[in-house]
């Protein structure tokens, strides 16, 4: 009877670690990337605290200049394990969609604008089922992502997460 119960739960961690993404295959490519128009804010100290940032301005668009957003964007700077938490820097935020572009352009935003440049990157792909699919894509995607940017001599950009809700993924570049 134990062996079942235990069978159970192994077979149910099974089956919930693969719908977040724990077996999914990391495949890197070389593409050329951006061109993507962002709002956001820069940010000093832990990466942890993106999402909170991510969440404020996706709001100040929506409930402020209603612009409505459907991917969230983080440019890391600094390697977390080289950096002190407190010296870590990003620029986090939404990325716009072209038709609204004018209407950010017409708007007085209290947040910073860019245009990504477009340039070759080391580019992934990971499901996007919720807060464990980023801890399980970060373990899973950096690694790889790392060996491959060294191995293909590709030149050092900021560490890329596009969280591109309708289609349930987060892309990374670098």
Not at 30 to 50: A, C
Request: proline share 5%; hydrophobic share 40%.
């Amino acid at each position: 009877m134990i062996w079942i119960i235990v069978s159970i739960i192994i077979a149910t961690i099974i089956v919930v670690l693969a719908y977040f993404g724990a077996f999914h295959n990391v495949t890197i490519r070389t593409e050329n990337v951006g061109g993507e128009t962002v709002v956001y804010k820069s940010v000093l100290g832990d990466y942890r605290q993106t999402a909170s940032v991510s969440d404020e301005v996706y709001y100040y668009l929506q409930d402020e200049l209603k612009i409505v957003t459907y991917k969230g964007i983080g440019l890391y700077y600094d390697d977390p394990k080289k950096v002190k938490k407190e010296e870590l820097k990003s620029d986090v935020g939404c990325i716009i969609e072209p038709e609204d572009i004018e209407k950010l352009e017409n708007a007085d935003c209290k947040y910073k604008i860019k245009k990504l440049p477009v340039q070759e990157s080391a580019v992934t792909e990971f499901p996007f089922k919720g807060f464990p699919s980023v801890i399980l894509g970060l373990i899973k995607v950096y690694p790889k992502m790392n060996r491959y940017v060294i191995e293909n001599s590709i030149a050092p950009k900021p560490s890329v997460e596009i969280y591109d809700i309708p289609n349930k993924k987060i892309i990374y570049r670098r």
